[in-house]
């Protein structure tokens, strides 16, 4: 079965950090690029960060550039996404979804979310 | 910026009856970067469409999409009570690397 498992989460103090986990299983993890979307209590989806298959792109949004730090080890089929410098608007669930860059047909697998609370 | 609006922002509809959800970019858009997602209470996002029109993998043939350049459209042809959720526009940008969402369409049932 495809599956995206994303971990991590928890109450966190302002000014905090916390390293979120999202684990592939059932594909080939290192063929396809990575992005995090978290979405605050009551609000919409807001992606935050992006990986691609080869590691050298990587983008944030500005509200998290120079907070929040995305990585992946394909050995392991592992995504993680380090928030440091937590504010209270951090405060959301942090989804992990899969894009095929060769053949892009949208963000078709998505973790169950871990929470963040700040 | 890319910003994607949507409406209505809330539809109540009697079981069967069409949906149709509109999405309209700040600018022209690559069709083939257009997607919808539903998203059920308490779940995650789902995939429903990816390119504009292509529906995926194990999506009812009642959702289909639509439109091109800045006006894009989600049809639901016979709405059925596990069609309740919200529903997200995406667009996905390359140059450098963007995902937009739209702020969503709140689905009820009557």
């Known amino acids: 079965e495809v599956q995206l498992v994303e971990s991590g989460g928890g109450l966190v103090k302002p000014g905090g950090s916390l390293r979120l986990s999202c684990v592939a299983s059932?594909?080939?993890?290192?063929?396809?690029?990575m992005i995090w979307v978290r979405q605050a209590p009551g609000k919409g989806l807001e992606w935050i960060s992006s990986?691609?298959?080869?590691?050298?792109?990587?983008h944030y949004t500005d509200s998290v550039r120079g907070r929040f730090t995305i990585s992946r080890d394909n050995a392991k089929n592992s995504l993680f996404l380090q928030l440091t410098s937590l504010r209270v608007e951090d405060t959301a669930v942090y989804y992990c979804?899969?894009?095929?860059?060769?053949?892009?047909?949208?963000?078709?697998?998505w973790g169950q979310g871990t929470t963040v609370t700040v | 910026e890319l910003e994607l609006t949507q409406s209505p922002g809330t539809v109540s509809l009697s079981p069967g009856e069409r949906a149709v959800l509109s999405c309209r970019a700040s600018?022209?858009?690559?069709?083939?970067?257009l997607d919808w997602y539903q998203q059920r209470p308490g779940q995650a996002p789902r995939l429903l469409i990816y390119?504009?029109?292509s529906r995926a993998t194990g999506i009812p043939d009642r959702f289909s999409g639509g439109g091109s350049g800045r006006d894009f459209t989600l049809t639901i042809s016979r709405i059925a009570p596990e069609d309740v959720g919200v529903y997200y526009c995406?667009?996905?940008?390359?140059?450098?690397?963007?995902?937009?969402f739209g702020p969503g369409t709140k689905v009820h049932i009557k």
């Open positions: 390119g504009a029109t």
């Open positions: 979804a899969r894009v095929d860059e060769a053949f892009y047909s949208g963000l078709d697998v």
């Open positions: 059932g594909f080939k993890f290192s063929d396809y690029a």
């Open positions: 990986v691609s298959s080869v590691v050298s792109y990587i």
């Open positions: 600018q022209n858009v690559l069709s083939d970067y």
């Open positions: 995406h667009q996905s940008g390359y140059s450098p690397p963007s995902f937009t």
